[in-house]
T-cell receptor, first 119, second 107 residues
Framework: QVQLQESGPRLVKTSQTLSLTCTVS??????????WTWIRQHPGKGLEWIGY???????YYTPSLRSRVSVSVDTSKNQFSLQLRSVSVADTAVYYC???????????WGQGTLVIISS | DIQMTQSPSSLSASVGDRVTITCRAS??????LNWYQQKPGKAPKLLIY???SLQSGVPSRFSGSGSGAQFTLTISSLQAEDFATYHC?????????FGQGTRLDIK
């Protein structure tokens, strides 16, 4: 049974770096064909696709965050991580990690974690 | 970026109603369109991928159609558990953008 679980600080100060980790179980993160994805949702708003990493090291990010974001993989721990630098209050959101299979949508999600950016 | 626009933004319906939600892309995306259901405080759940393929375990009252730049999600006979927010997403080109969501509530 595939499961994803986000972890990381719930409160981050402005201008600092938001760091979240997604621990994956039930499937190897090294398996081909999966896009290990981060998505966020501002309070009361729609979903915003942040980016994904593929096995093999390719990463794709949304242009609006590209200068501040990076996603990495730790295959030894079966985890992938999100770093968002120089955060502001506009980055306050629920952050989800998810697995997408090629272009067929995200079929497994973490439960989401609310990260609050505050001075 | 490809912009995704859903209509309506919200609607009210009754159990047993047939409901249709529309998603329009700012350019053609072939059939690379996915639909999700989200309930309050929960992660989205994949309902339909590639326009019309039902995700495993999703009831057959959900269906999707369309091509090019216009797509629809239809719920043939609303059940109580279907009241939720629905999101479309294109996976044709990165970034894999979402629509703004359609909130479906009880009339």
């Amino acid at each position: 049974q595939v499961q994803l679980q986000e972890s990381g600080p719930r409160l981050v100060k402005t201008s600092q770096t938001l760091s979240l980790t997604c621990t994956v179980s039930g499937v190897s993160i090294s398996s081909g064909g999966y896009y290990w994805t981060w998505i966020r949702q501002h309070p009361g708003k729609g979903l915003e696709w942040i980016g994904y990493t593929l096995h093999g090291g390719s990463n794709y990010y949304t242009p609006s965050l590209r200068s501040r974001v990076s996603v990495s993989v730790d295959t030894s721990k079966n985890q992938f991580s999100l770093q968002l630098r120089s955060v502001s209050v506009a980055d306050t959101a629920v952050y989800y990690c998810a697995r997408a299979y090629d272009t067929m949508g995200a079929d497994y999600w973490g439960q989401g974690t609310l990260v609050i950016i505050s001075s | 970026d490809i912009q995704m626009t859903q209509s309506p933004s919200s609607l009210s319906a009754s159990v047993g109603d047939r409901v249709t939600i529309t998603c329009r892309a700012s350019r053609t995306i072939s059939d690379y369109l996915n639909w999700y259901q989200q309930k309050p405080g929960k992660a989205p759940k994949l309902l339909i991928y590639r326009t019309s393929s039902l995700q495993s375990g999703v009831p057959s009252r959900f269906s999707g159609s369309g091509s090019g730049a216009q797509f629809t999600l239809t719920i043939s006979s609303l059940q109580a558990e279907d009241f939720a927010t629905y999101h479309c997403q294109q996976s044709y080109m990165t970034p894999h953008t979402f629509g703004q969501g359609t909130r479906l509530d009880i009339k």
